[in-house]
């Protein structure tokens, strides 16, 4: 009887994690889109600090509009609300470096630099969650890393300092993903996503006056896109951390990579170089073996 109990949780273990996946691909995707509307909205001219508030700002409007659906009660109150406010701040950073890096870096070559944030995810995810990780685990994403490390070419004359701020973003989406899973086990999702509206709209608030440009009618739209694309893409991101690992869902960042080059083709004109395809090839090596890994020894277990 033990040994068909073990089995099944097993099997129910994997289909979480397989779900979890899907929602994390399906999340990156999303985001795919939100950073091609960022990009041509700052490439347009506008200031990286409004292009971020009305990420946030619109966001929070669609979480509040559900209230009354969904009802108000506890839906402002947070078991960790100083994490909460962590986690956003960090997620705000982040997102202001990696749109200011849009205004110079095809989205391909920004989306593979900002790939070594596995390795920084796997570090706090042992430090942190006290989760286990194999050695070849290690091995795959320094593998990744690798890659990153073609893609950007320090030392060359083809390295530019913009190279630098998916570096930074890469830190900061580290530690918003290990906040989130830790947010995830206590915190209902609406009441994570109303903090990320409300903390990510007031940070930025502070200083739109400073950078505020007054939009074209026909760009209004796009705005408020950004906010519907990071509401939805955040709804996936926080019920995938509440099936599986961490660790198991930093890899699939690497699915954005197709979209980044579809997306910066159609949109931009920009084709990746061959150095960018032979580190994500790396990159995406490393994600499917970690995959692969991870399944069987699930299988095992």
Same mark, same amino acid.
């Given at each position: 009887?033990?040994?068909?109990? $073990?089995?099944?949780?097993?099997?129910?273990?994997?289909?979480?994690?397989?779900?979890?996946?899907?929602?994390?691909?399906?999340? @990156?995707?999303?985001? &795919?889109?939100?950073?091609?509307?960022?990009?041509?909205?700052?490439?347009?001219?506008?200031?990286?600090i409004?292009?971020?508030?009305?990420?946030?700002?619109?966001?929070?409007?669609?979480?509040?509009?559900?209230?009354?659906?969904?009802?108000?009660?506890?839906?402002?109150?947070?078991?960790?609300?100083?994490?909460?406010?962590?986690?956003t701040?960090?997620?705000v950073?982040? $997102?202001?470096?990696?749109?200011?890096?849009?205004?110079w870096?095809?989205?391909?070559?920004?989306? &593979?630099?900002?790939?070594?944030?596995?390795?920084?995810? $796997?570090?706090?995810?042992?430090?942190l969650?006290?989760e286990?990780?194999?050695?070849s685990?290690?091995?795959?994403?320094?593998?990744?890393?690798?890659?990153?490390?073609?893609?950007?070419?320090?030392?060359?004359?083809?390295?530019?300092?913009?190279?630098?701020?998916?570096?930074?973003?890469?830190?900061?989406?580290?530690?918003?993903?290990?906040?989130?899973?830790?947010?995830?086990?206590?915190?209902?999702?609406?009441?994570?996503?109303?903090?990320?509206?409300?903390? /990510?709209?007031?940070?930025?608030?502070?200083?739109?006056?400073?950078?505020?440009?007054?939009?074209?009618?026909?760009?209004?739209?796009?705005?408020?896109?950004l906010?519907?694309?990071?509401?939805?893409?955040? @709804?996936?991101?926080?019920?995938?951390?509440?099936?599986?690992?961490?660790?198991?869902?930093?890899?699939?960042?690497?699915?954005?990579?197709?979209?980044?080059?579809?997306?910066?083709?159609?949109?931009?004109?920009?084709?990746?170089?061959?150095?960018?395809?032979? /580190?994500?090839?790396?990159?995406?090596?490393?994600?499917?073996?970690?995959?692969?890994?991870?399944t069987?020894?699930?299988?095992?277990?």
């Amino acid at each position: 009887m033990a040994s068909a109990d $073990t089995a099944d949780s097993g099997t129910g273990d994997r289909r979480k994690a397989a779900i979890a996946i899907g929602l994390m691909i399906a999340a @990156v995707s999303l985001f &795919t889109v939100l950073d091609s509307t960022a990009k041509f909205l700052v490439k347009s001219g506008y200031p990286v600090i409004q292009t971020v508030w009305a990420r946030y700002f619109f966001h929070l409007l669609l979480v509040v509009a559900t209230f009354p659906v969904a009802g108000w009660k506890n839906r402002l109150r947070s078991a960790k609300p100083m994490l909460q406010v962590f986690r956003t701040l960090v997620l705000v950073c982040g $997102t202001i470096m990696f749109i200011a890096a849009l205004r110079w870096l095809p989205l391909a070559d920004a989306y &593979t630099i900002s790939y070594v944030s596995p390795l920084i995810v $796997t570090l706090l995810a042992v430090t942190l969650l006290r989760e286990r990780v194999g050695r070849s685990h290690w091995a795959a994403i320094l593998v990744g890393l690798m890659g990153v490390a073609i893609v950007m070419r320090p030392g060359t004359a083809s390295f530019q300092w913009a190279m630098l701020l998916p570096l930074g973003m890469a830190f900061t989406w580290a530690l918003f993903q290990i906040t989130t899973r830790i947010i995830s086990q206590s915190d209902p999702p609406l009441v994570t996503l109303f903090y990320t509206g409300l903390v /990510g709209s007031v940070a930025t608030g502070v200083l739109l006056p400073f950078f505020w440009v007054s939009p074209i009618l026909h760009d209004v739209p796009l705005f408020i896109a950004l906010g519907t694309l990071g509401l939805l893409s955040h @709804v996936l991101l926080v019920h995938a951390y509440r099936l599986t690992k961490a660790s198991i869902l930093a890899p699939f960042t690497y699915t954005q990579l197709p979209f980044a080059v579809l997306s910066g083709y159609l949109l931009f004109a920009d084709l990746p170089a061959p150095h960018v395809l032979a /580190g994500a090839s790396l990159i995406i090596a490393s994600a499917i073996f970690i995959f692969l890994k991870e399944t069987r020894s699930n299988g095992r277990r």
